[in-house]
């Protein structure tokens, strides 16, 4: 008695729960952004209603099957029933799995456009670096024993090579809105993981791999990047930021940034 | 206590779940060997190759003398288990005797170890976890002989042990081509 | 009753004293999280002085919290729900509930439980060895794992333990997947068919399976990672790596190998914590509700078909990890394949309480609530298994939400309803049935107030494995979520207190029970 209510009580909190909006996702700023959104919102709605249906059930089976001196049925099971509640859930599921394969593809199956601004990113032990092509437009070679935080070059650009000198390097990630993007992330040491919230994206970046990672972002601000893969005693503070800018803004930025890169 | 058969079902599940201990490894191998296109094939057919032909016989040849040993435990003949048991315990210390010469000859002369190149990883990784089975398995063999030879130990106990030495062998059946025949110099 | 005992009664006994232990051990380190999670700056001297180096003037470092969990998740998975459920019940109840005299190799399973003892005993020896305790999480992703002291504090020596720890771990456990193996095929009373078992003894079967195969990946993964750490091998180090400034001479190894060879064996092993409860709240509720179990055959169909796809989903923990995105989809059809027996298994839960007498006593209880919480658990999982979804949610506290319901919860769940169950058969005593109730509500109610909040941190985003939120704005507005929470844990560990003292107190003092307390039809109430 007292335990069918009390299951019944929690499921509906954990319901009531969902309806609040004050821990939510961020705004979405991003195409796949908002098809992420209503697919999550339909996956939602199905697992909600079975939710209630499943928690609603076993509350009310405990308490209308209370001991009340009755005999106990004496069915132990029903091959049809089997059969119907298998086919359906499996419907059910399967349905989900295939619906939700629709944003999948739009991240990862993307073809290369033409169009896009290719970044270079590197993580490492904990900091992100980002590297954008100069006006040649063509990122030079790199040499690991090259690589020299402190004086400005974690990707270790070759100074033999003069297709690197123009490449521009940046602590923070800046792209101009409604541009396709395409970022190559990199790792030197460890796993680490690029999330940016506001995108629905989210993508590990492991040591030996060149993972690429598209998107396009339509709406200008300030998104943190936190790091997302444990990578040492550091991972919470692995902090970046991706700077969505207006056009025009983006191109005044790149300017002024390619008149300040020096030779490394 | 124990129903006759249970000690062969225990030793079939262990060399099932030991099978796949190996299989992994050798998935390994084949992963990271696809992703190298540039394997490195170190292994002249004399000495190298030669050596792992006679070390694969020796080892092929110590299963057959388990299965006579077996053969005479089954018929009740406890001295000629424990004579066949010796002779398989031979069989596979010549052959570790003869993978720790050619482990020397790798390492000293052509300079190949475990930390130098992901060839040297694999290699000993695998041939070493075998060979660990093969030691272990001669420390059984050893039990199961001097046992037999005090009189104790039934025909299951020995069919059970030559379970064990087959399936030892059978890994290197598989362990002899991928790395050696796989790697011999073009 | 002696240490080295071959009686399967007293090595069933000795294991869940093991995970007793050890699940207090776990439940202190998650509380000294929770707390540092809400009071990353506060000064403790107790910590001060049980971490000199972690705490330095009782000030936690980030360190140390990595390492707790990492303590914590390994302790809890491995020492908890991989002992007391399949070797504590199934020693016990396996042999007597098929009409067995004992395991069929009783030396066998004295080493397999001293061979878990060693391996606990070797994890927490890693607490204090120079550097600490290792801070890679209970899934130890190389090269963090994989490279030694450079890559943090806790990556030497205290590593290299946890590999020799989960190495011996695998060891016991194959040891003691053959004995259940072989006990259950060869030592079934004669009149017993294998679709007489009762659904128990299914579930030990199922586990002893999955256990047989997923052990021995595991091992080959512990043995390569321990080979790059101490003979340099290059199986999981890719080349030009500069970690901490120096240059790396390794090439040619791949990360995610590693990866797919933990979760080749990981997977199956959240079933191997699952199925003993299973099979156990299968038999509770149809004793408690008068009935026959409901679909019986169709339970143990389920099982075994859990079991089996159990092994072919283990992608679904890799989404984002950067394999290849066209095996994401297959992954992800197949994880969702594998949620239709979970849903038949809670449907005929369900038919089997249906027109029954139900009887509300402590361990109907725990079964309750066991259903209950796997529903609320399993059911995020149709979130994760969408690699479109998963993309956002791997790595946040929804994943930490989604399996401390399911997997912790859900299966202790399962172990308290066991206990209530058959201490009468252990003991001769009860344990006392309005204690067990208080504790039930108590534990309920703390467990869903502890763990529901937490999804919608993740829904905010949050990342999991953070020392402290303080780095973020963004994680200023779920603040006062976690300060929630952290009070409910210690709400719902001080629940536990009741458990302990009617445990211990109930094996001397409880009341005096009767051969067939419960009414039960199983073989194990029957004979002396
Ligand atoms: C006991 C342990 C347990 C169990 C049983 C499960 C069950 C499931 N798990 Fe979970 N899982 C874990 C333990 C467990 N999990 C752990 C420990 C992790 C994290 C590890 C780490 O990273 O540290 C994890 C992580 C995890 C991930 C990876 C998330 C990530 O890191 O990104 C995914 C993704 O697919 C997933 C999916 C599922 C699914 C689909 C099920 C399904 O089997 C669930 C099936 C159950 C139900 C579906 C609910 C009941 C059914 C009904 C109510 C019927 C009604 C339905 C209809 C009518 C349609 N789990
Ligand atoms: C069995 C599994 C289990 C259990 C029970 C728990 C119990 C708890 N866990 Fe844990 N947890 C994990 C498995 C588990 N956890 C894992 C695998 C991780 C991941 C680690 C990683 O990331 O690497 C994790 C990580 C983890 C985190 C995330 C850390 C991070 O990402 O930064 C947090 C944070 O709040 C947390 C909190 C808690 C709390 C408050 C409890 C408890 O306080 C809840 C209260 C306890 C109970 C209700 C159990 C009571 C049982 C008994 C009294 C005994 C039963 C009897 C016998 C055994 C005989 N856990
Ligand atoms: Cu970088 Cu976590
Ligand atoms: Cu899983």
């Known amino acids: 008695m007292a335990i069918a209510i009390l299951i019944a009580a929690l499921a509906g909190a954990t319901l009531a729960l969902f309806f609040q909006p004050r821990w939510w996702f961020p705004d979405a700023i991003s195409a796949h952004a908002r098809a ?25 089976i405990a308490f209308r099957y209370r001991d009340q001196g009755q005999t106990p049925s004496a069915n132990s099971g029903n091959n049809r029933l089997e059969i119907v509640w298998t086919v359906a859930t499996a419907a059910v599921f399967l349905a989900l799995a295939f619906a939700g394969q629709g944003i999948w593809a739009g991240v990862h199956l993307a073809v290369d456009d033409p169009r896009a601004l290719h970044v270079e990113v590197m993580a490492k032990q904990f900091a992100w670096s980002y590297r954008y092509a ?39 990630l800046r792209v101009p809105a409604g541009r396709p993007v395409e970022l190559r992330l990199k790792s030197r040491d460890v796993i680490h993981n690029f999330f940016v919230r506001e995108l629905r994206l989210k993508q590990d970046v492991v040591p030996g791999m060149t993972i690429p990672l598209r998107f396009t972002a339509d709406k200008p601000g300030t998104y943190e990047v936190p790091c997302s893969e444990l990578c040492g005693l550091g991972h919470h503070q692995m902090r970046s930021a991706l700077v969505v800018m207006p056009p025009d803004a983006y191109e005044e930025w790149l300017q002024e940034a390619r008149q300040k890169v020096v030779l490394p | 206590m124990n129903p006759a058969g249970a000690k062969t079902l225990g030793m079939w599940l262990f060399v099932l779940s030991d099978l796949l201990t190996f299989a992994t490894l050798l998935v ?20 190298s190759i030669v050596y792992a032909t006679i070390m694969t016989i020796v080892l092929l040849a110590s299963s057959l003398t388990m299965v006579w040993a077996v053969d005479a435990m089954g018929k009740n003949d406890r001295k000629r288990a424990v004579q066949w048991l010796l002779a398989t315990i031979l069989g596979g210390a010549s052959f570790i005797a003869l993978h720790l010469t050619e482990w020397r000859h790798l390492i000293q002369i052509d300079k190949i170890t475990p930390a130098s190149s992901l060839f040297g990883s694999v290699f000993f990784g695998v041939t070493g976890l075998h060979m660990a089975h093969v030691a272990a398995g001669l420390i059984y063999l050893t039990v199961l002989a001097t046992g037999v030879a005090r009189g104790k130990f039934s025909a299951e106990d020995i069919e059970t042990g030559g379970l064990y030495w087959h399936f030892v062998d059978l890994v290197w059946m598989f362990v002899f081509p991928l790395v050696y025949l796989m790697a011999v110099k073009p | 009753m002696t240490i080295f005992s071959t009686d399967h009664k007293v090595i069933g006994k000795q294991y869940i004293g ?29 910590f001060g002085a049980l971490w000199p180096d972690g ?10 919290y990595l390492s707790l969990m990492t303590i914590h998740g390994t302790i809890m998975v491995f020492f908890v729900l991989t002992t007391a459920p399949q070797s504590g019940f199934g020693n016990y109840f396996l042999p007597l509930q098929i009409g067995a005299h004992d395991m069929a190799f009783p030396v066998l399973n004295m080493l397999s439980f001293w061979t878990t003892a060693l391996s606990l005993l070797t994890l927490l020896a890693a607490f204090f060895v120079e550097g600490g305790a290792p801070l890679s ?15 943090g504090p806790g990556q030497g020596l205290g590593q290299d333990l946890w590999i020799l720890s989960i190495a011996l771990f695998c060891v016991a456990s194959l040891m003691a997947a053959i004995n259940f193996i072989v006990t259950i095929i060869e030592l079934r009373a004669p009149d017993m068919g294998y679709f007489d078992m009762p659904l128990t003894c299914w579930g030990w079967f199922v586990t002893a399976l999955i256990s047989l195969f997923a052990f021995a990946v595991l091992l080959a993964g512990g043995i390569l990672l321990l080979l790059d750490r101490t003979a340099g091998t290059s199986f999981f180090v890719p080349g030009g790596l500069i970690v901490n400034d120096q240059i790396q001479t390794r090439s040619g190894g791949s990360p995610i190998l590693f990866q797919h060879l933990f979760w080749f064996f990981g997977h199956p092993e959240v079933y191997i914590a699952i199925l003993p409860g299973m099979g156990l709240i299968s038999t509770i509720l149809s004793t408690f509700s008068g009935k026959k179990v409901f679909g019986y055959k169709a339970m143990a169909i389920a099982l075994l ?52 007498r139900l009887r509300f006593t402590a361990a109907m209880h725990f079964a309750l609530g066991f259903v209950s919480i796997f529903i609320t658990g399993g059911i995020t999982g149709l979130i994760l298994g969408q690699p479109g979804l998963d993309i956002y949610f791997h790595d946040t506290y929804f994943v930490v939400a989604h399996f401390h319901l399911i997997m912790g919860v859900a299966a202790i769940f ?18 006392h049935e309005g204690l067990g109730k208080l504790h039930f509500y108590m534990t309920f109610i703390g467990v869903y107030a502890v763990f529901v909040p937490l999804h919608f941190a993740g829904f905010v985003g949050n990342p999991r494995r953070y020392p402290d939120f303080k780095e973020y704005e963004f994680l200023k507005a779920v603040m006062p979520l976690h300060i929630g929470v952290t009070h409910a844990a210690y709400f719902l560990a001080a629940a536990q207190l009741i458990f302990l003292f009617n445990y211990f107190w109930s094996q001397r003092r409880g009341a005096a029970a009767p051969a067939n307390p419960w009414g039960a039809t199983t073989r194990e109430w029957r004979d002396d």
Not at chain 2, 33 to 46: H, I, V
Request: include cysteine; hydrophobic fraction near 50%; charge should be neutral.
């Open chain 1, 134 to 172: 100069g006006a040649d437009g063509v990122f030079g070679r790199v040499d690991i024993r090259q690589i020299d935080d402190a004086g400005g070059n974690p990707f270790g650009i070759d100074s033999t090579d003069p297709k690197g000198a123009d490449d521009i390097t940046a602590a923070i």
């Open chain 3, 305 to 356: 078909a859990i079991g089996g796809l159990g092994f072919v989903v283990w992608g679904h923990h890799m989404f984002i990890s950067g394999m290849s995105p066209y095996s994401s989809i297959a992954f992800s059809v197949l994880t969702l394949a594998v949620g239709v027996p979970s849903a038949v298994k809670t449907f005929n839960w369900l038919a089997t309480l249906w027109g029954g």
């Open chain 2, 28 to 47: 390994i191998y084949t992963a990271l060997r696809l992703a190298n296109p540039d394997w490195p094939k170190p292994f002249a057919l004399s000495p």
């Open chain 3, 137 to 151: 999480g209970w899934t130890a992703y190389p090269p963090l794992s994989g490279l030694g002291r450079i890559t």
């Open chain 3, 18 to 46: 093991l995970a007793l232990f050890s699940v207090l051990l776990g439940i202190v380190l998650s509380l000294v999280m929770r707390f540092h999670l809400v009071h990353p700056d506060a000064k403790v001297k107790l």
């Open chain 3, 414 to 431: 399962a172990i308290f309803a066991g206990l209530h169950y058959w201490f009468p058969k252990m003991y001769g005593r009860f344990l």
């Open chain 3, 55 to 64: 705490a330095p003037g009782g000030q936690m470092t980030p360190e140390l």
């Open chain 1, 36 to 60: 992420y959104d209503s697919q999550f919102a339909l996956t939602l709605w199905v697992i909600g209603c079975i939710f209630v249906l499943a928690q609603g059930g076993l509350a009310w």
